[in-house]
């Protein structure tokens, strides 16, 4: 038992009735709990990520883990899987390699994210423990919140730009 094994006690995460809470939330789901967990990857404070034995990552998070509803970019770990029951949301993502990363990478993933249209929050130099690269070679960014809409005003702007292409399709 994972939760059990791990003395969690920083931030909201890592408390561990909030991820037992989390797992209450998805005891009916079972594409999400009938999977191996092999460790706690990782926590934060909206966030907790755990590896499966299919080499994928879970990660649980309090509400949705992109900022205002905001898409996924192609700055963010690749998600192949996502859904949410109750307040909790589970993304099942590729397990990106994370050590002795240069610390250059940051500036790449924090381009990528301005690039694109967003502005980066909480991703300082030297804060590789937010990056990782995929076996593909591409560097990717791991919380989805560092990644935000400049302004309401944005946030807006594109939701009404995407309905609007919905609905030409």
Do not use: W
Request: with cysteine.
């Amino acid at each position: 038992d994972i939760i059990n094994e791990k003395e969690l006690n920083d931030g909201v995460v890592g408390e561990k009735a909030t991820i037992q809470r989390f797992l209450q939330d998805l005891k009916g789901d079972k594409k999400i709990l009938d999977r191996k967990i092999l460790a706690l990857s990782g926590y934060g404070s909206a966030a907790a990520a755990f590896e499966s034995a299919d080499g994928k990552i879970i990660k649980l998070t309090d509400g949705n883990h992109f900022p205002m509803n905001r898409p996924a970019g192609v700055f963010d770990v690749p998600v192949y899987k996502k859904g949410h029951n109750g307040k909790t949301y589970y993304y099942i993502e590729e397990k990106l390699y994370r050590h002795n990363l240069p610390s250059y990478l940051v500036d790449t993933v924090k381009d990528m994210i301005k690039q694109s249209g967003y502005k980066t929050v909480d991703l300082y130099e030297g804060d590789i423990h937010q990056i990782g690269i995929a076996k593909n070679g591409r560097v990717y960014l791991l919380d989805a919140e560092c990644a935000q809409y400049k302004t309401v005003f944005h946030a807006l702007f594109d939701k009404a730009k995407r309905a609007l292409l919905k609905t030409r399709v």
